[in-house]
């Protein structure tokens, strides 16, 4: 009961915020992360939120750029994208996690959004 929304057609350059609301269940107390999959290739962490916004981890290509946050009272957890790149797209997938603090290992995440599309053109 996880829904992302927020994905859209962008230019690079551009930012955009996506946004994973938790319909039917709180996860106040789960970590939240941001993953991202192209066709043919692995699901790519993005980014991960401790609960009650506690610590953050980012992956790699997107550290400096995204932004990971949550907003307790809206039962929502935001991702600011900035400096969007080609190499962005891809569908986004929020997801809880089985424990409290951030972390990258999708294994820990056992509850999944649908997904958003991203498309950044150059």
């Known amino acids: 009961q996880l829904q992302a929304s927020g994905g859209g057609l962008v230019q690079t350059g551009d930012s955009l915020r996506l946004s994973c609301l938790a319909a039917r269940r709180t996860f106040s107390n789960n970590a939240v992360g941001w993953f991202r999959q192209v066709p043919g290739k692995e699901r790519e962490f993005v980014a991960s939120i401790s609960w009650r916004g506690g610590p953050t981890t980012y992956g790699e290509s997107v550290k400096g750029r995204f932004t990971i946050s949550r907003d307790a009272a809206k039962n929502t957890v935001y991702l600011q994208m900035n400096s969007l790149k080609p190499d962005d797209t891809a569908v986004y997938y929020c997801?809880?996690?089985?424990?409290?603090?951030?972390?990258?290992?999708?294994?820990?995440?056992?509850?999944w959004g649908q997904g958003t599309q991203l498309t950044v053109s150059s």
């Open positions: 997801a809880s996690a089985k424990r409290s603090w951030a972390t990258s290992d999708v294994h820990e995440y056992n509850y």
